[in-house]
């Protein structure tokens, strides 16, 4: 499997984020269900704490990773769902100790009103690729 990181000098600078990301010959795709502030024993971790609740977010994502033997080199797409967009840079603190910061995976961010409990403020989803 190959992945090519591609941002064209003609597109904007990206922050975090690659414009393109291309995989060759990847035999796996795996699809991560948008993960919250739950920890295993079903307690929302971080109340009204956007860090901690990024953290446990990605927590939550490495687990699932693992369950299908792969790690944040896999990703390829991470879509974040926050509560209050003007936090992102919170997020991306968070983010950036988890994905290669050099070659980031593609990305979005969209600001919704409400998620499935309101003490919740940040939801991520992400999709791998492997062998």
Do not use: C, W
């Not at 975090?16 to 929302?44: F, L, P």
């Not at 926050?82 to 991306?92: F, K």
């Not at 994905?99 to 939801?123: F, G, H, M, Q, Y």
Request: glycine share 4%; net charge negative.
């Amino acid at each position: 499997m190959q992945k090519k990181f591609i941002n064209p000098e003609t597109m904007p600078a990206t922050f975090g984020y690659s414009h393109v990301v291309e995989v060759s010959n990847a035999k796996r795709t795996i699809y991560i269900s948008g993960q919250v502030a739950i920890n295993a024993d079903g307690h929302i971790v971080g109340n009204e704490d956007l860090g901690t609740q990024t953290r446990q977010v990605f927590e939550n994502i490495k687990v699932a990773l693992e369950a299908s033997e792969l790690n944040f080199n896999n990703v390829v797409k991470l879509t974040f769902f926050l509560t209050d967009i003007s936090q992102m840079a919170i997020v991306r603190d968070v983010r950036d100790q988890y994905i290669d910061t050099k070659n980031p995976p593609a990305s979005s961010a969209v600001e919704v009103r409400k998620l499935i409990n309101d003490n919740l403020l940040i939801e991520i989803e992400a999709i791998a690729v492997a062998n």
